[in-house]
Structure formats: C-alpha cells, structure tokens
Nanobody, 117 residues
C-alpha cells in the first residue's frame, strides 16, 4: 500500500504564507510526476501545480506567481510554497503521484488550508 503523507496545512490570514509537504516511498517518488490538487468547498477538485522527474513545472493560472512547487529527491518529498494567499485559496489540498506509462496514480489523504481574517 503506497502512502502519500501530507503536512503543513492550517489557518492563515489573507496575504500570508504556508508551505505544504508530501512524502512518499522512495521508488514511487523517483518514478513519478508529483502534483498538488485542491478541492474548494462545494467545487470539483482542480490541479494546482505539478513537477516532473526532470523538474519541469506547470501551474494553474490562478496561482501563477504566488505558488511554487519543488521536489527534494533525497527526502522523497514534494513541496508547495504558497505566498500571498487569498480567501479563494481555501480548500483541501491533495498530493498526487503518477506515471501514465506505469499506469498508476496515488493520492494523499488531503490537508485543509483556510485563508481567513
């Protein structure tokens, strides 16, 4: 059973920052594109950012310039640095590991991020 363990969520005021972390198995991590998704209350899950094994990144338009995704291959961990947070960033954030050629997708359990004054 592959586990993705997320941490770093919480309550923050508008304009503040948070850093999310997600750690998983070394072999899975080395073979995967890692991504962060989020699901705002009453809405569908959406892609926030992704990073390939070669460190190519992709961001949704709503977070470009504010969020940064990175990966530490020595720690088997992917990060999401979130700056200039807005109330509309409030959501459950999910870590994702996937490889379409090896035909797998794994999800974390989710971590709540609430942006409110």
């Amino acid at each position: 059973q592959v586990q993705l363990v997320e941490s770093g969520g919480g309550l923050v005021q508008p304009g503040g920052s948070l850093r999310l972390s997600c750690t998983t198995d070394r072999i899975v991590f080395s073979r995967s594109t890692m991504a962060w998704y989020r699901q705002p209350p009453g809405k569908q899950r959406e892609l926030v950012a992704s990073i390939t094994r070669s460190d190519s990144t992709n961001y949704s338009d709503s977070v470009k310039g504010r969020f940064t995704i990175s990966r530490d291959n020595d720690k088997n961990t992917v990060y999401l640095q979130m700056n200039s947070l807005k109330p509309e960033d409030t959501a459950v954030y999910y870590c994702n590991a996937g490889n379409p050629f090896l035909n797998y997708i794994y999800w974390g359990q989710g971590t709540q991020v609430t942006v409110s004054s």
